[in-house]
C-alpha cells in the first residue's frame, strides 16, 4: 500500500461530517490508517470485534440509543454478517459498511479469492445497496453517498474498496 | 453428570423476568430472541423493551451499543443460554469497551427451548458466568435459587457493571407470549419512548 495515500483520512473526514459516534472494525491492513484515525479520535469510540456480525448488532444497539455508526471489515468478514444482516433488514437499521477488499487483484493468498469473488453478490442477495471504488480519488463522495443511503434510508450500503487501492499482500514473495 | 437437572431446578423463568422488570425504572432492555423475549413480554410489553425475533448471538452486543450510546442509562440484556453461547465472542469485545451501565442477565435453562429443548453445552457443565469472569466482567456470577436472585437484582439494577449474571432456571414449556414482531415498528417505538417524537423514520 502506498504509505502516503490519504483516502483514509479522507474518509475520516467523512465519518466527521456525517456526525458517526461508532466506528466497529475487525481490522484489515488496508484499513489501518483510518482504524488508528479512529481510536486516535475524541470524536468517535471506536469499537474492536471478534467477528464481524458482532458489528451488525452493536450497531443497530447504538441506533437504538440515537447514535450513527459505521462498520470496518475486510471482504473475508462479509461471510461472516449474512444472518445477522437479518436483523438491519427487518428492522431497517442504518447500516454502512466499508469494506477493504481481498482475493480481487493479485491475490497471493488463494484462500481469500473464494469470499473476494462473490462479496458484492452476497452483499446484494442480503439487500446491501452495493459502491465498488477503485479509484483514490473517488473514496471520499463514495463513502459520503453509501453513508447517506444506510442515514436517510434508513438502509444497509456497502463501499468495496478495490484491492488495487489497498495494495496486494505478497508477504514478500 | 445429570444433563436433565434443570427439570428440577427451582426459580421459574417468568418468576425471575417479572422479578426483575419489576424494579426496571428507566431501564432500557434488550430481550433475546425466543423464551427470554415471551418472558420479558409476560411481564409487560414496554416500549422501552426491545423484544429480538431473530439475530441470535447479536443481544449482548445491541445492549453494548446501547449502553455506549446512553451512557446514562442503566441497560438490561435478558437472554438465554443458548442465545448467548452463540456469541460469546462478545463478552471479550465487552469486557473490553466495559460499559458500567450495562447489565447481562443470561436465563439459563439448559436448553434450545424453541427448537425441542435440545441440551446446550451449560446442560454439560459449561460455565457462562466461568467464561464472563475469565473475559474480566467485574460482576459475574450463577444464582440458583431465590435468596441469590434477590441479590442478584440489586446487582442487575445497580452494580457498577458490566454485570453478568446466570440465572439457572426450570426446564419448562410455557404458553407463548409474543410481542409484536415488526422489526420497523418495535425500532421506532424504541427510538420515540427514548429520544422523543423526532427520532421516528
Known sequence: ?173 | MDVTRSDTYPLRRRDVVEAILAGRGEALVIAGLGAPAWDCTAAGDHPLTFPLWGAMGGAAMIGLGLALAQPSRRVLVITGDGEMLMGLGSLATIAVQAPENLAIVVLDNERYGETGMQLTHTAHGIDLAALAAAAGLPITGTVHDQAGLEAAIADIHGAPGPVFLNIKVRAEDLPLVLPPKDGVHLKDRFRIALLGEEAAV
Not at chain 1, 482504524?35 to 441506533?63: H, K, P, Q
Not at chain 1, 480481487?104 to 442480503?126: K, R, T
Not at chain 1, 479509484?135 to 463522495?141: K, W
Open chain 1, 1 to 173: 500500500m502506498n504509505t502516503a495515500a490519504t483516502w483514509p483520512d479522507d474518509i475520516f473526514r467523512v465519518l466527521l461530517d456525517m456526525d458517526v459516534k461508532q466506528v466497529a472494525y475487525v481490522p484489515d491492513a488496508g484499513h489501518t490508517r483510518l482504524i488508528e484515525l479512529c481510536r486516535d479520535s475524541n470524536a468517535l469510540t471506536a469499537v474492536s470485534l471478534t467477528t464481524e456480525e458482532e458489528g451488525i448488532a452493536f450497531l443497530a444497539g447504538a441506533w437504538l440509543g440515537g447514535q450513527r455508526g459505521v462498520l470496518l471489515m475486510q471482504s473475508s468478514g462479509i461471510g461472516n454478517c449474512v444472518n445477522m444482516l437479518s436483523l438491519a433488514r427487518a428492522c431497517r437499521f442504518p447500516l454502512p459498511i466499508l469494506v477493504t477488499m481481498r482475493g480481487q487483484w493479485g491475490e497471493f493468498n488463494p484462500w481469500q479469492v473464494p469470499m473476494g469473488q462473490i462479496s458484492a453478490d452476497v452483499l446484494g442477495l442480503a439487500g446491501v445497496v452495493v459502491y465498488p471504488v477503485d479509484d483514490t480519488a473517488r473514496i471520499a463522495d463514495t463513502v459520503a453517498a453509501a453513508a447517506r443511503t444506510a442515514f436517510d434510508g434508513p438502509g444497509l450500503s456497502a463501499v468495496l474498496i478495490s484491492q488495487r487501492v489497498v495494495g496486494a499482500k505478497t508477504f514478500g514473495k
